[in-house]
């Protein structure tokens, strides 16, 4: 569990309500408005066409009025180790300096003028809300604070389910594909406002979500569950829904990794991933989706580091691309947002080229925005030298702040950059979010085998539950472990559970206890996380079954898993092994609601793959 106190000596001082956040200091309207250059009010969100064509005007000469090395800055966005922009603990001020060359985020936004800090939980920026929102505040005060300060986008990856950097006591939701599986458009919206709305509340206004990624391939090591699904149209519909969803609550959402990472064996974090489609599949299958978020306004679009052959044959990475990037993106689909890498600290990217040559020539594809590059240092300088040299023109640069600035005067960042300690306690992790958290994920629950009505399982002729199997780690470090949340949530239903981690590759001692652990049990509930072909999970399960007793498999990442447990009478697939995910599969099992989820995407046999052992619509429910 992560540490939940403030994190800092400066955050702890700050005990008031105040829109300053770190440090205490109560910053008046007066004071915050002319931080951001005197431009105040008349950055907001513009309401006529004459308000607009001011706007612009305004930004345009925001950008006239910028040096060089801060045109620069504005263009990345870049990652920090800490819970306090300004006093942050030895370990992070230690981290900073070996990776960054900086102690804390202030100092780093003070010597490179940054436009965005991308939050991560490893890097300790995501403790508790009320310490998430005083970081914010401090790194937006760091900003303004500079000569012709601008406010900051803060970013993070809260796509729910898989991925996930704030973590309870925040509202946290089912992942994409069990979204996919409810096929709940009004429910993907739903998800987008509030989880919008929570993260508002932190002083965080970008998220890197949805995925509009079309998740074809079951090998897929990167996306899967990420992805809604297998069918273009129907993750068109549910990331055009969630789009809308997280601009309700003035949060700018980003559909990504264009133009499609969703037929890939090969993780582009580890790897340069080349996709086959053609021309003409991506544009039935890859495209769909990205159309789709353009039409509903999105704010920003993420690249991906991976080869397409079929829309551009040089080699490089779709986000250093300019046949992709400005030859489709902009010019076919007619997108003109901001366009940001994937993080540049990826394999995928850094294949080819150096370290210093991969921002230049992202920005000479058509990027906008620079994420997390392995050292600032290189990559600030390189693009400074590059418009220096000429490789690059100022008027380039201008174009992308511009987009940038844009963003951020209609997310209202000009006039409200801060947050407070209020809106925090009023809005995170409220009693009526979590409720409509809890509610879409029971549409979400798939049921796939049920032979012989094993599922419900009553309480009364099975009162003691065994539950073993898998606990991966937690997305946000801040749920699980699954197997004791299954057997809390069981007991909560009426039954007596036990639970007993067997993990994801059970040895031999492993499965021998679980098996003389059942024989003391009416019924077993077993968690799969990932079982291929050679998994000793697969062992687990049969020596499970043969005891005679009901064995129940839940899949709780892949759906797939039911393709290797021919032996197993009930198989569930959860999509994801968070709290919320876990309880509403519990509910299930138990047979408190029915289960109402269909699969978005096929299950292939595991003896051919060429053939589809449950199709996308597939469902059972009682």
């Known amino acids: 569990m992560p540490d939940t106190s403030t994190g800092s000596d400066t955050s702890k001082r700050d005990t008031g309500n105040t829109a300053g956040g770190e440090g205490g200091t109560r910053l008046s309207r007066r004071t915050v408005l002319a931080a951001g250059a005197g431009l105040t009010a008349a950055l907001t969100v513009p309401a006529t066409a004459r308000a607009a064509a001011a706007d612009e005007r305004r930004l345009k000469a925001l950008i006239s009025g910028m040096s060089l090395e801060e045109k620069v800055g504005q ?14 603990d ?35 920026n995501t403790r508790n809300p009320h310490q998430i929102a005083d970081l914010s505040n401090g790194i937006q005060r760091a900003s303004l604070e500079q000569p012709r300060g601008l406010p900051m986008l803060i970013a993070t990856d809260q796509e729910h389910g898989a991925v996930c950097r704030v973590g309870e006591p925040a509202t946290l939701f089912p992942g994409a594909m069990a979204i996919g599986a409810g096929g709940s458009a009004a429910d993907a919206r739903t998800l987008g406002r509030i989880s919008g709305a ?30 809604f699904g297998a069918d273009p149209a129907a993750v068109a519909e549910l990331v055009a ?33 080349v996709i ?63 366009v940001i890498t994937d993080s540049l600290g990826m394999e995928g990217v850094r294949t080819k080229y150096g370290d210093d040559r991969v921002p230049v020539l992202a920005l000479k594809a058509g990027v906008d925005q620079l994420l997390n590059p392995p050292s600032i240092d290189t990559a600030w300088h390189a693009v400074l030298k590059a418009v220096q040299d000429g490789e690059l023109t100022e008027a380039r640069l201008d174009e992308s702040i511009l987009r940038i600035l844009r963003m951020k005067s209609r997310l209202g960042l000009f006039g409200e950059p801060y947050v407070d300690r209020a809106g925090v306690d009023r809005v995170v992790g409220t009693r009526s979010h979590l409720a409509t958290a809890d509610r879409i994920a029971e549409r979400t629950t798939t049921l796939l085998v049920n032979e012989d009505a094993t599922l419900p399982l009553d309480r009364r002729r099975q009162p003691r539950l065994l539950v073993v199997g898998a606990d991966p780690a937690s997305p946000s470090g801040t749920t699980g472990p699954p197997t004791g949340v299954l057997a809390a949530a069981l007991t909560e239903a009426g039954f007596t559970a036990t639970a007993l981690s067997t993990g994801t590759s059970p040895s031999a001692a492993t499965v021998d206890k679980a098996v003389a652990a059942a024989r003391d049990a009416d019924a077993v509930v077993v968690a799969t996380y990932n079982v291929t072909a050679g998994s000793s999970q697969r062992t687990l399960v049969e020596r499970l079954s043969a005891t005679g007793k009901p064995v129940v498999a839940l899949a709780v990442r892949n759906p797939y898993d039911v ?15 968070t709290d919320v995910e876990l309880r509403a599969a519990a509910r299930v099992i138990a047979g408190r609601v029915s289960p109402r989820g269909k699969l978005p995407v096929p299950v292939q046999r595991a003896d051919d793959p060429t053939r589809v052992l449950y199709p996308i619509g597939h469902g059972l429910t009682y």
């Not at 990205?290 to 986000?319: E, K, N």
Request: hydrophobic share 40%; charged share 20%.
């Open 75 to 88: 263009l990345f966005v870049m990652r920090v180790f800490g819970a306090s922009a300004t006093a942050p």
């Open 90 to 124: 030895q370990a992070d001020i230690d981290a900073n300096l070996g990776e960054l060359g900086v102690r804390t985020a202030a100092e780093l936004i003070a010597k490179y003028r940054v436009g965005g800090i991308i939050y991560f939980t490893w890097a300790h």
């Open 198 to 227: 929570e993260l508002r509340a932190l002083g965080i206004n970008q998220d890197y979500s949805p995925d509009a990624d079309v998740n074809v391939n079951p090998a897929n090591p990167v996306i899967g569950v990420r992805s």
């Open 241 to 273: 829904a969630e789009v809308k969803g997280y601009q309700s609550s003035r949060v700018a959402a980003t559909a990504k990794h264009f133009p499609g990472h969703g037929d890939t064996a090969v993780d582009s974090h580890y790897g340069f991933p």
């Open 276 to 338: 086959t489609h053609s021309r003409e599949l991506w544009e039935k299958l890859d495209a769909v989706p990205f159309r789709s978020a353009i039409a509903a306004g999105i704010d920003s679009i993420m690249t991906a580091h991976i080869q397409f052959p079929a829309l551009d044959d040089s080699g490089d990475p779709a986000t250093l691309s300019e046949p992709i990037l400005t030859g489709i993106l902009r010019g076919e689909l007619g997108y003109d947002g901001v």
């Open 563 to 577: 393709a290797q447990l021919p032996s197993v009478r009930a198989c569930l697939a959860s999509y994801c092994w």
